[in-house]
């Protein structure tokens, strides 16, 4: 998949594309199915499949004091992008100028002079412009004006529950990690540096690697069963999200338990796939008694893991 940042300079074989316009967040199965129709016209038309996306969220621009919970970082969104089967993802940056721009002129300037769009997908809901101006009904009367397809793409869902990047979030800041992956369509994960903590869990016995959440992240507290990904293998694990009540109650903190694993990985960057919630967070009487709620809660973490493993071999 090629990746173009900005508009300034499309090369010629981008142009005409078909686009599916959107940020995107979780790149849940709502928005694949608009991708995919995308996709399939592009397929149809002998075209290049493109996706138009903003960085940073326009939310964070607006409000850059104000924590925004995204749910993939570009890196991430690119890379599931790319495995749907885009050809070409266009970045525009979502800055003072590009917010500046009316409806009519973000048409003119950037899908029909810049990019020569020839087919354009997005959803209903979809605003655009100054103002959050721009409709669907715009991009139509546009489309008709300058000679490009416009098709909008209607909710999707699933048990009569709307797939939206807003279900995600409060899936997950229930800490119901097992209903964001059904919404989402794969488990729901973040990537960061290990870093050093407290030594609490190697003082009893479960050494973590801790790892700092994402700014805005919202992930309800629990322990949590996981699949970390480590320079390329894939290590099950159980993780703790919470504020250690049995010890200080102190700032929130991941620290993900390896099975099975002993090598030292300070520094190293681990992605962590959350693959279903073993019980909440609480306080224990002493350090004995969360020791034998952890033996518990990683025997519980290794039968959720095998059970997800063998779901995926017959899937």
């Known amino acids: ?111 029909v002079n810049a990019l020569g769009v020839k087919h354009v997908f997005v959803g209903y809901h979809f605003f655009f412009g100054r103002n959050r101006s721009g409709s669907t009904e715009t991009l139509r009367a546009a489309g008709a004006a300058h000679g490009f397809d416009v098709t909008v793409v209607e909710p999707v869902s699933e048990r009569g529950e709307p797939f939206s990047s807003t279900a995600v979030r409060l899936a997950l800041a229930e800490g119901d990690v097992k209903h964001a992956a059904e919404l989402l369509g794969r488990h729901w994960r973040i990537s960061g540096p290990v870093v050093g903590g407290a030594k609490r869990g190697t003082g009893l016995g479960f050494p973590t690697a801790n790892v700092a959440m994402p700014k805005g992240t919202a992930l309800g507290h629990g322990i949590f069963a996981v699949r970390v990904t480590l320079d390329g293998r894939q290590l099950d694990g159980a993780a703790y999200l919470g504020t250690r009540p049995t010890f200080d109650n102190g700032m929130p903190v991941l620290e993900v338990f390896l099975f099975d694993f002993d090598e030292a990985i300070y520094g190293r960057t681990i992605e962590v796939s959350f693959i279903d919630k073993v019980r909440d967070d609480r306080k224990f009487s002493d350090a004995d008694e969360l020791v034998r709620q952890m033996q518990i809660d990683c025997e519980a973490a290794r039968r959720i893991l095998a059970q997800d493993a063998a779901a995926g071999s017959k899937a």
């Not at 981008?14 to 592009?42: E, K, S």
């Open 1 to 111: 998949m090629r990746v173009i940042h900005g508009s300034d300079e499309i090369p010629l074989e981008a142009r005409g594309a078909v686009l599916a316009l959107g940020n995107f967040d979780g790149v849940h199965r709502g928005h694949q199915v608009l991708i995919r129709q995308a996709i399939d016209a592009a397929r149809r038309d002998g075209r290049p499949a493109g996706v138009l996306l903003f960085e940073p969220h326009p939310r964070e621009f607006f409000n850059p004091d104000a924590p925004h919970f995204r749910l993939t970082p570009l890196e991430e969104k690119l890379a599931v992008l790319e495995e749907l089967g885009v050809d070409l993802a266009i970045v525009l940056p979502f800055n003072a100028e590009l917010a500046a721009l009316d409806a009519e002129r973000f048409i003119g300037d950037v899908l």
